[in-house]
């Protein structure tokens, strides 16, 4: 798997790039949902699929005293991404600056970084830009010019329960290690 830290080394691919994008702490059965649709989509349309995330939380930056804490640590993040057969992974510096970035930007910054994109992949709950302001309906608007598909996926659902990084935190601090276990696959 190759790793960017930066948007501007998918300038130079050819191939129509499929970006399965989000936080995936923990790389659950939510997370790998999205992330094999991704590589299905590429694979339909002989491109490749890459992962699009940052290296750490933005609560972490914009709001640290209520940041959660984390599943896995950045390097163990993109270990597990890397066992899920994607061509790549762009892991994005989160920092004060990007934080403040207005959704419009950021969608025109993702278009003019990536000229081959040609899908992204979210869960229903993803935002993007300052104050997440960002929904997949203003990146499907924004993007529709330029041919860009936005697919946003229905979440996992376990015992009745949304499988979320956070639900798994929940029931490790209850110590139910066995139903975290289950929703992280592993």
Not at 3 to 18: D, Q, W
Not at 79 to 98: K, M, Q, R, S, Y
Not at 132 to 155: I, K
Request: one cysteine or more.
């Amino acid at each position: 798997m190759k790793l960017l830290r930066e948007l501007s080394g998918l300038r130079e691919h050819g191939k129509p790039i499929t970006v399965a994008a989000g936080f995936f702490d923990g790389v659950h059965c939510g997370h790998r949902s999205v992330i094999e649709y991704a590589k299905d989509s590429a694979r339909k349309h002989g491109g490749e699929a890459w992962i699009l995330t940052f290296d750490q939380h933005p609560l972490k930056v914009v709001r640290p005293e209520i940041a959660p804490l984390m599943l896995t640590s950045t390097e163990h993040k993109v270990a597990l991404l890397e066992t899920c057969g994607v061509d790549g992974c762009i892991l994005l510096p989160f920092t004060h600056e990007f934080a403040t970035t207005p959704a419009t930007e950021f969608a025109a910054w993702l278009l003019h970084c990536a000229p081959t994109l040609s899908e992204v992949v979210v869960g229903e709950n993803w935002r993007f830009g300052a104050d997440a302001g960002g929904t997949p309906a203003l990146l499907r608007e924004l993007g529709g010019e330029a041919g860009l598909t936005v697919t946003t996926l229905p979440p996992v659902v376990a015992d009745g329960d949304t499988i979320s990084s956070t639900r798994i935190r929940m029931e490790i601090m209850k110590g139910n290690l066995d139903h975290a276990a289950a929703m992280l696959g592993r």
